[in-house]
Every structure is written in C-alpha cells, then in structure tokens.
C-alpha cells in the first residue's frame, strides 16, 4: 500500500483487508485499435476493491479512468487478463450473464444524470429490476422506500423533467441501490451540479458508505477525490499512487 | 410471467410513442391506408366478379346465344346515304344450317327485335320488343312477376298477346295492374299476359354489359312477323335508317354442358363460312364464366399486388421512423444495457413500439376499409362484398409488416456497443 500523504487528509482510513473482495481486477489490459494506432488504455492493472470501502478515482484525461470504469461496470470488456466481482469471472460470462450481472451486482450513477425520459420516478428506480430474471417481488416497495431514502418520496410520478438536476441525481442514486448491488459506480456524479447541491450528493454517498455501501466514484475535482476514503491516482493506464 | 412483461412492454411503447405524437400519426397513416386499400381492393374486386358471375348465371350456362351485330362500316354507310336498306345479321337459312349440324342442340329460340313505340292511351314508352319463341323463358331462365308467358298455341294461332318487361309495366301502367289491358304497339292492339322480373344485360362489348334490361316487351314470333315484317325502320332526327334482320338473335340450348364449348366454335366457324362481313357475334355464358375466372384471378393479383404496395410503403416508413428513433435513443439504450437490459430487452422494447404502430394503423385500416366499400357502393354504384377474411387478412398483414420492419431496426438497437451508446449525446 503507497501511503503518500495520506496523513495530510482525515477522511483517509485504513484499508478493511479483513473483508472480501467485491471487484478484483488481474492484470487487466485494455487496448484499442491496432498497428500505429494502437492506443493502450489499461496497462497491466492490478486492484482490488473491497466491501464496504469508498473509492475516489482520479487522473488526467486520457489515464485510462474511464476505461477501469466501464471494465468495473462490466459494460466494456479486458482485451487481457481477468475481471471478478464477488467469486464471477466475467470472461465465462456471455453477453446475457454479463448484462444479468450488471442487473443484479451493480449501480450506476452518472454525471448527466441518465434518467429515462418518459417513465417517472418511481419507474426510473425501477428498470435494473425489470431485467432481472426473477424479479424481486418487493421491487415496488423497496422503490418507494428508496424514494424516501433519497427525499423523493412525494414526487414518485414526477418525470424527470420535472425535477432539478439534484434531484435526478437523487434518483439516479435510489436506481443504483435498488438491487443491492456489490458495487456502486459513479462518474462525475456531481460534475453537472451547483457546489451546494454538490455536497449534499456526496453526503448521501457518505451516508451510503457508512451504512455499508461499495462506492467507486471517479472525479476530476481534487476536493471531490478526497472526501473519498481512499484516493486511487492513475496515469496512462498504470497505478500512479494509492492513498 | 410473459404476459405481464408484455403488457409493460407494450405500455412502455405506447408512451415512447406518445413523445413524438405526429410521427407516430404519420407513421400510422402508412399502415392505415395500406390495410383499408387491401380491404377495400378485395371488396371491390369480388363484388365485381360476383356481378359478373350472376349476369353468367342468367344467360344459361348451356347455352350458345348468336347474336346479329350490324358491323360498323355498315353505320358509316347508312348515316351517308339516308334511304337504303341495311342487311346484315343472321338468317333463318343460319338457323337451319346449325339445325341439321348439332343433333345435341335441344331447341333453338330465334328472336326478333322489333322497332316500334308502346303506348296504352297517351302514355308512350319505347323498349325493345322482341319477337320470340314460347321456350325463351325456360332456355333464359327469366321470370315472371305476374300472368304467363305465351305458349305454343299463341303462336300457332298469330295472337295479340304481349309480356312486359317490369320497367314498362310500371312506365305504362302507373297506377293500375297491366294484366288484361291493351297496349297498342305501332298500330296494333295487343293483349298484356304476363309482367317480367328485371335482369341484367351481358354481351362481348362491354359497353353494352351491365346495363339492367327491363325495358323489354316480348310477343310470339309469328305475330311479330304479320304485323312487323322484317324491315325494321328507325327515325331518326330528320333521316330514316332502315335495316332488314332476319334473326336479332338465336339461343342454342345444348342439352349437355360437356358439348358446349364444342358446339359454340362450331357454331362459330359455320357462321364464319356464310357471313362474309362480321355481322354476329356467338356470346357463351359458359366461356365468360372462364373468362370471368381468369379476370378475376387477374384482377386479384393486381389489386393485392397494389394493395401489397402501399402495405409495404408502410412497413418501409414504420422501418424510417424506427431507425430514426433507435438513433434518436441511443442513450436510452445505452442507460438501459448499463442497467442491466440484455439483447432481447431492447429487441422486445423496439419491436413492440412498431407492433403497436401497425397494429393501431391496422386496426384503423380495417375500420376506413370497411367504409370505403359503403362509400364505392353509393357513389360509385358498384358492388362490393366484404368476405369476414378480408379483414382478418389485412390486419393480420398489417401487424406481421410490423415486426418484419421492426427487426431491422430493433437489432441495430440491440447490438450497440453500451459504451459507445452512452457516450452518444
């Protein structure tokens, strides 16, 4: 574990080595294109992000942060080496287990927010559920109490564009717990947000985390990074520095 | 499990289309005109065949009708010089030459036209009268409304009887029933027996088929003869046109359908050989009704080739809008494969979003379709049969359109990259 001025900032905590690992990546390669204009996104990369732990991922454009993410996300595939969330390696699966997996083990939460223009709130939360193979017979309940959870519970027939942006986002973070998932990703999840509203997103994430939750959050927004308890610096597709 | 998931899916759909109201409309109109003109194009062609196949029917499929036709050089030449006899047409030697030919031929019924005026007081009308023989009625197949027809004794002895057709009876006899009264055709009296059902007129011209006959007036041949004789005299505005037929027409009855055909190219080359002009024409119900076939089959393969045209139309710009829309929606799709949607989600969402655009406009079509048939008949007054499978056809076509159209577009949606999709603004 590189250490460098972790001392500097309170938020960072020891890592939790005692827990599973909910995303475990082995020498992961992503490389696109060939010959001359062959650009290697992910180098070698080898991490693992355990339950329970709050991630900030940062680099410079281009470091390959949102390659990990879509890797992470299960949308986007390694050209090299292994992938696991939980106990699954991703490379048995086929597209079908692939998007299952996504549907059942992890949330997404973006920066435009990604809402689903014609259906309402409530509908909105809960799509993952919709494509699961067996659906959860509380699925509408869990929807509202999340609603709830997230300060939305009297605007669960709103259509998103209806809502503020913090709002969406609100929603966009009750869609990404709906199916427990092992892993929560966010990308930029504030970056189309007022400061104010900003802080009151990461606060939910804050909350989130305490009450056990695995979030990976990429940012380019340094104080962003370091509310996160551990900050994971990339640079052309390497580990620069973890904190 | 799939039911519910469909009824979602189909709401879903719904709603998607209700984003873009008038898109959606247009894109139903494609389908709705493609459906209703397939109903409306079988309606219309069976309804004509069927006409077609009754004025057959009336005719006598057993019968071989020879008809005398001035031919058209002759019209020329009488309108030039105003005061010659015209001959043309078929003769009594004709009759006695098929005669002894055709043993099969059961009976022969000559018929004269006769042209004069009709009157009962001052009450005029001007049918076709037409001189024939006792058995016209059963070799025809017409009916009577009222009274008899006349029979071998009228003949024999010259009477003054008369039959009349219904549009006659009623033209002449207004308010009181013509049986018993006199009519006086050109200066004779005659005694009315029997009133006839109307029927519909056929013949090789076109122009000429279709027409309803009830304007007709029938008396026994034999007395046609005495006070008509076989010059017919036509005034016309100022000239006089006259013409000598012998026969206007004679109905062969071939007592076996099988001889028919044999006996009608027969008949025809016989005529062939004595008519050095073309001044007949050999009309055979049972050759129409193949003629009639073959149309109609014709006919079938152009209306639903067209009407398979305009279906296809549809189904191409339900495949536009769709394609359009995938595109349009490519974030949406891209959010939903990151949620967790697999293929067949987003084949499921698009395919739906075309089933139910072309099930509306088919279910819209099958409705004006059953119009426009309503509307043709009392405008147009043409006959229209809407058969119970046309519709069902048409809608079912309809909504096959959707999914052949929708696939295309729906596996494009499918098979993005939901990284590329998500990165789509």
């Not at chain 1, 204009?37 to 080898?46: I, M, P």
């Not at chain 1, 400061?195 to 989130?208: C, G, P, Q, R, V």
């Not at chain 2, 709603?15 to 397939?38: N, P, Q």
């Not at chain 2, 027996?193 to 279709?210: E, F, N, Q, T």
Request: some cysteine; hydrophobic content about 40%.
């Amino acid at each position: 574990m590189t250490t460098t001025g972790a001392t500097a900032y309170p938020t960072r905590v020891p890592r939790k080595w005692d827990r599973p690992a909910v995303a475990r990546l082995d020498r992961v390669s992503k490389v696109y294109g060939d010959g001359a204009g062959r650009v290697t996104a992910l180098e070698e990369f080898t991490f693992e992000f355990r339950q329970g732990e709050y991630w900030a991922i940062m680099g410079s454009s281009g470091s390959g942060k949102s390659t990990l993410l879509n890797i992470l996300g299960c949308i986007d595939r390694p050209s090299h080496g292994d992938y696991y969330v939980r106990e699954t390696r991703t490379a048995d699966l086929d597209d079908d287990d692939l998007s299952e997996l996504r549907s059942r083990e992890l949330g997404f939460v973006f920066q435009s927010y990604n809402l689903i223009p014609q259906l309402d709130v409530i509908e909105n939360i809960t799509v993952p559920l919709l494509y699961q193979d067996e659906p959860p017979k509380d699925g509408m309940e869990r929807a509202k109490m999340l609603a709830d959870r997230v300060g939305l519970g009297s605007r669960l027939t709103h259509r998103p564009k209806e809502l503020s942006g913090g709002q969406q986002q609100r929603v966009a973070i009750a869609r990404a717990l709906i199916n427990d998932p092992a892993l929560i990703l966010a990308d930029e999840a504030t970056g189309n947000l007022d400061s104010k509203t900003a802080l009151e997103i990461l606060e939910l994430f804050d909350e989130l985390n305490a009450e056990g939750k695995t979030i990976i959050l990429v940012t380019h927004e340094t104080d962003v990074g370091e509310r996160a308890q551990h900050l994971l610096r990339l640079r052309d597709g390497r580990i620069d520095t973890v904190e | 499990m799939l039911l519910p998931t469909l009824s979602r899916a189909v709401k879903l759909g719904i709603r998607s289309l209700m984003l873009h109201r008038l898109r959606s409309l247009l894109t139903t109109l494609g389908v709705l005109f493609g459906t209703s003109s397939v109903i409306a194009m079988l309606a219309i062609g069976e309804g004509a065949s069927a006409e077609a196949y009754e004025q057959i029917k009336q005719l006598g499929s057993q019968n071989v009708i020879l008809r005398s036709i001035k031919p058209p050089e002759m019209t020329n030449q009488a309108s030039t010089s105003s005061s010659t006899v015209v001959v043309y047409g078929l003769t009594r030697s004709d009759e006695r030459r098929i005669e002894e030919t055709f043993p099969a031929i059961d009976t022969f019924v000559p018929v004269r036209e006769i042209s004069q005026d009709v009157r009962n007081l001052d009450r005029v009308a001007s049918p076709r009268i037409l001189a024939t023989a006792p058995n016209y009625l059963d070799v025809t197949g017409r009916m009577l409304v009222e009274g008899r027809f006349f029979d071998a004794e009228d003949d024999r002895t010259v009477a003054n009887v008369c039959v009349l057709g219904s549009e006659v009876a009623r033209h002449l006899f207004p308010a009181e029933r013509p049986l018993g009264r006199e009519v006086r055709i050109g200066s004779s009296f005659f005694t009315v027996i029997g009133v006839l059902a109307p029927r519909v007129r056929l013949s090789d011209d076109p122009a000429k088929a279709g027409t309803e006959i009830t304007d007709e007036v029938f008396v026994p041949i034999t007395t046609g003869r005495k006070y008509f004789g076989e010059l017919t005299v036509k005034n016309r505005a100022g000239s006089r046109e006259m013409e000598q037929v012998e026969l206007h027409e004679l109905i062969l009855a071939v007592d076996d359908a099988d001889a028919v055909p044999f006996v009608a190219s027969a008949a025809r080359r016989l005529l062939a050989l004595n008519h050095k002009k073309r001044d007949y024409e050999v009309v055979v119900p049972l050759e129409l009704l193949a003629r009639a076939e073959e149309t109609k089959r014709i006919f079938n393969i152009v209306l639903s080739s067209i009407a398979g045209i305009s279906l296809l139309v549809g189904g191409i710009g339900i495949m536009n809008v769709m394609l359009a829309t995938v595109t349009e929606r490519t974030r949406e799709i891209g959010i939903r494969r990151a949620l967790g949607a697999k293929r067949r989600h987003i084949v499921l969402q698009f395919l739906v979003e075309c089933v139910v655009l072309s099930v509306v406009g088919g279910a819209m079509g099958v409705g004006l379709g059953l119009v426009i048939p309503i509307a043709v008949e009392y405008w147009a007054d043409m006959r229209t049969i809407v058969t119970p499978l046309a519709p069902i056809l048409a809608f079912t076509i309809s909504a096959g359109i959707g999914v052949v159209f929708g696939i295309y577009p729906a596996w494009r949606a499918a098979t993005m990259d939901p990284v590329e999709a998500l990165r789509h603004e």
